[in-house]
């Protein structure tokens, strides 16, 4: 069955970076776009970032742009968001996802999930 692997999340004081993993199998992962997704404490699941599955075309989220860079390494079935200037607001738990036809929809829309990793920014 399709498994999406989060790894690379911690606690991170303000101004640091964090590179993120999702590491993808049972699916063949240069057909997918992949996106990651953040969610606060009591908040919606949001948009991060995402790249396409053809030519790499990458998209952000507003408060983001700048900051993290999305890449995947269709090889070796692997997403990575590098985070720097982190910020408390950055605080969330982090997930990958992908779909072999949304780029940038709500969450929703996309077909398969990763289990999350921790992202703790302190201030």
């Known amino acids: 069955q399709v498994q999406l692997v989060e790894s690379g999340g911690g606690l991170v004081q303000a101004g640091g970076s964090l590179r993120l993993s999702c590491a993808a199998s049972?699916?063949?992962?240069?057909?997918?776009?992949m996106g990651w997704f953040r969610q606060a404490p009591g908040k919606e699941r949001d948009f991060v970032a995402s790249?396409?599955?053809?030519?790499?075309?990458?998209g952000y989220a507003d408060s983001v742009k700048g900051r993290f860079t999305i890449s995947r390494d269709n090889a070796k079935n692997t997403l990575y968001l590098q985070m720097n200037i982190l910020k408390p607001e950055d605080t969330a738990v982090y997930y990958c996802a992908a779909s072999s036809s949304v780029l940038r929809g709500p969450w929703r829309m996309w077909t398969y999930w990763g289990q999350g990793t921790q992202v703790t920014v302190s201030s």
């Open positions: 790249i396409s599955r053809i030519d790499g075309v990458t």
């Open positions: 049972g699916l063949t992962f240069s057909y997918y776009n």
